[in-house]
């Protein structure tokens, strides 16, 4: 299959669109940027579109998919009760990276969340996103359009690297501009419980509803979401993340770290005022935003450090508060190794 790129630039925009809504209601897979990563779109409600999904992503079947609607009126179509507590958070913070899990209508197929009674509704804020959800018309199940396994795509192109021949079409919409996937939320109970960081933090949820946030624990066992028990975001090389209280005491070490392997090709990610540290070493500017900016930049730099061939990725890490708990939990979940300094 030829995978056509659809430009979003100016005068191009509405042309691009069509085609690709075209594409998804004839059961096509069509790529789409959103302010966290690119999606992998599929008209969630054609069980063959939603099987190519799972095929090109080589993702297991019982990972359920998120589902993307553009109008808060349509969560009526998809889930059954609608918690008050959903109207609370679409009023503070959607559209917007934040994912919630409420009881799945029983007018929806089950295969749309793998089978499970629940369902995980996103409303995108990227102005591509839902131009396309709108000239659709349906609501568009879509995972992270990476294969299984692989950094989440922060752009058209690292679609391509991975599923170039296998999807119809990749709408490119430039660089998303958070970087990482959205926060999801399970309201399905009493306590509301984040079941993936993002985006949206704990203390902004938890400062419009004043109750406490709980965050989900990891169990492989018995996991509050399936897709809790993959290994997730990885790049090729090993990721190694050295963490502490000072910045640059955590810098230093990972200087040193890299002295000590001279003769090995080691990748490097911190932020830019650190470059000169680092001349022997393949280093990748995590920006010189404080965490915002190494977020947007966390997967491009997995990728980026891949494509030069680098054995090990050393990784500046930040303080766990607000969307560095959401930076953090992609990092340790890429590594293979964590150091304190
Ligand atoms: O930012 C995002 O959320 C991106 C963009 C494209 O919207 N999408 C995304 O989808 O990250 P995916 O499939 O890569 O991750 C979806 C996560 C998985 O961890 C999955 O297990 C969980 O959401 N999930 C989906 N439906 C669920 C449900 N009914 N209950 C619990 N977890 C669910
Ligand atoms: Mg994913």
């Known amino acids: 299959m030829n995978t056509r790129t659809l430009s979003c630039s100016r005068g191009k925009r509405e042309q691009s669109i069509a085609i690709a809504a075209r594409l998804i209601r004839k059961g096509e897979l069509v790529a789409f940027p959103t302010e966290t990563v690119y999606g992998l779109g599929a008209n969630a409600f054609d069980p063959a579109a ?25 969560v009526a179509l998809l889930a059954d009760p609608i918690p008050l507590m959903f109207w609370v958070l679409a009023d503070h913070f959607l559209p917007g990276p934040l994912t919630i899990v409420m009881r799945r209508s029983r007018s929806v197929p089950p295969n749309v969340s793998s089978g499970l009674s629940t369902i995980a509704i996103r409303i995108p804020s990227h102005p591509v996103a839902r131009r396309l959800l709108r000239a659709a018309n349906v609501p568009i199940a879509a995972p992270s359009a990476n294969i299984s396994g692989r950094p989440s795509p922060t752009s058209a192109s690292h679609v391509l690297e991975d599923l170039r021949g296998t999807i119809a079409a990749v709408l490119d919409g430039g660089s998303s ?34 109750l406490r946030v709980a965050n989900a624990r990891m169990n492989v066992k018995h996991p509050a979401s399936p897709g809790m028990k993959y290994r997730h975001y990885a790049p090729a090389a090993e990721v190694v993340v050295y963490e502490g209280e000072q910045r640059r005491a955590v810098v230093r070490a990972i200087s040193n770290a890299v002295k000590r392997r001279k003769g090995e090709r080691i990748g490097v990610m911190a932020e830019e005022e650190f470059r000169q540290l680092f001349p022997g070493a393949e280093f990748f500017s995590i ?36 969307l560095g708990r959401a930076f953090m939990n992609r990092l340790r979940k890429a590594a293979a190794r964590d150091i304190r300094v």
């Open 287 to 322: 920006g010189n935003r404080g965490v915002t900016g190494a977020t947007r930049e966390l997967y491009n730099g997995f990728r980026e450090l891949d494509r030069r061939k680098v054995t090990t990725i050393y990784c500046q890490s930040f303080p766990e508060r607000g």
């Open 50 to 74: 939603l099987k190519k999904v799972y095929r090109v992503k080589g993702r297991p079947s019982d990972n359920p998919l998120i589902v993307h609607i553009w109008s808060h009126s349509q």
């Open 177 to 210: 501009s958070i970087g990482v996937e959205s926060t999801v939320l399970d309201i399905t109970g009493r306590t509301p419980r984040i079941l993936r960081p993002g985006g949206v933090s704990k203390e902004m949820i938890e400062s419009v509803l004043h």
